[in-house]
DNA sequence: CATCAAATAATTTGATCATATTCTGGGGGC
DNA sequence: GCCCCCAGAATATGATCAAATTATTTGATG
């Protein structure tokens, strides 16, 4: 254990989890970066058992992978790795947007509308951290909201996949024209019209995975 | 460990992932029933370390359920959690499906032939464990032939959380009048008619997980 | 004499276990 | 019916063993 006189309510194993998902999720660890035990049992100060843990559920969930031979690492999307992403997020994210825009309160509308505001702050200001942890929890109140949550699953699942890989992008290209379609989706909602908040959504994925596409088969070139 | 004299290539904890996730896959374990590690340490005669990361490769994958309080079990499907593994596969097993036709050489189609053969025999023996196995088989061997690794583990995973209802189900209806619209994807195939080869899948899926779906209403009607 | 390659030694890292500690849930006493 | 105590199960640690990578040495060759 770490700090803690005794307020803990989670288990160190859950902590652990969550501080390896977001280090992982927004490019802390760069793709193909080696992930040992035992370098993170110094940087998170825990024991190696929940350390294990943690891996082994991030491994499971296709943010690290395991090399064959006992070594993990952050995986490097391949090309058609990148196409299967934009597939899958092609559909689920529109249908997760229309089944949110059939339910969603003014309150949460308004928790939406609030957060794109400041993903705009974090665009103008250059702060590509601050970008990256807004893009993806709008997305994911966008999922909760949806009140699907297997499918919610799935979705946030693949955002651990490309995290790495976005981080890599976005830092080549400056926080300038990113993608953000999140005005339309929210006037459509505010509508109630799901079609078309669908639609911005596919829009907003497909400006943001191509972009990924894009950038990451330019360095392949220059392999 | 169990036995082995030094013949071995799979660590322990992989091993112990694999048997434990055929039985929530085939429905050896009950929804709903308690799975506790000093349970499984003796079922499967492990140490608990390895018992431990294969129970939370499976909660991250779904296939089980962390209750909050530290208790784990084999979760039980709602008719809303159906709903969506309907709307998912209904998605995913067509695409695959497609992709799959594309691609498949003759011997795979040959392979895919026996195995629909095999899974008759199971239907008209009236072997249930083996119907289970051969058409998760089936379907599985198409995921790999579709060559789309994310969208296979997508698919695959799904599996996992329906397994043990459809179990349940099929325990209680015989195998008798089993969806089995393989021998019209097969000939789709042959034809390389990839549309037509996606819609029989399609209607695979749906009749048999709108089967899941009546036959656990009635259950939860029966409360 | 320098260079490269193969073999070997050393270090790092992962896998497993036994054990101590903490927490949860149930049963007996009030 | 409520509360406290206890049995049992889960969590977490560190030690130990095994495997793999890296570094080093050695010997042969040009």
Redesign the interface.
């Known amino acids: 254990m770490v700090g803690g006189v005794g307020e803990n309510q989670l288990?160190t194993?859950e902590l652990i989890y969550r501080q390896l998902r977001e280090l992982v999720l927004f490019g802390d660890l760069a793709p193909g970066q080696a992930v040992t035990i035992q370098g993170l049992t110094e940087r998170l100060g825990a024991g190696m058992?929940p350390v294990?843990?943690a891996i082994?559920?991030?491994?499971?969930?296709?943010a690290l992978e395991f090399q064959g031979n006992?070594r993990v690492c952050v995986p490097q999307l391949s090309a058609?790795?990148i196409s299967?992403?934009i597939?899958?997020r092609q559909?689920l994210d529109p249908?997760l947007a229309l089944r949110a825009t059939e339910r969603i309160t003014l309150d949460e509308l308004d928790d939406l509308t609030v957060m794109d505001g400041e993903l705009d702050s974090a665009i103008s200001g250059g702060d590509l951290r601050a970008y990256l942890e807004l893009n993806y929890r709008f997305h994911r109140r966008l999922y909760e909201i949806a009140d699907?949550?297997?499918?919610a699953?799935?979705a946030d699942g693949l955002w651990l996949?490309f995290g790495p890989s976005l981080r890599v992008v976005c830092g080549r290209m400056g926080t300038q024209n990113l993608p953000d379609k999140h005005k339309d989706m929210l006037a459509a909602m505010h509508a109630r019209d799901a079609e078309r908040a669908a639609r911005a959504i596919r829009e907003d994925v497909i400006q943001g995975m191509e972009q990924v596409r894009r950038s990451l088969e330019l360095s392949a070139a220059a392999h």
Do not use: F, K, Q, S
């Open positions: 288990p194993h058992t294990r843990e082994r559920r991030l491994i499971a969930e296709g006992r058609d790795n299967e992403l597939v899958a559909w249908h699907a949550p297997i499918l699953e799935l996949r």
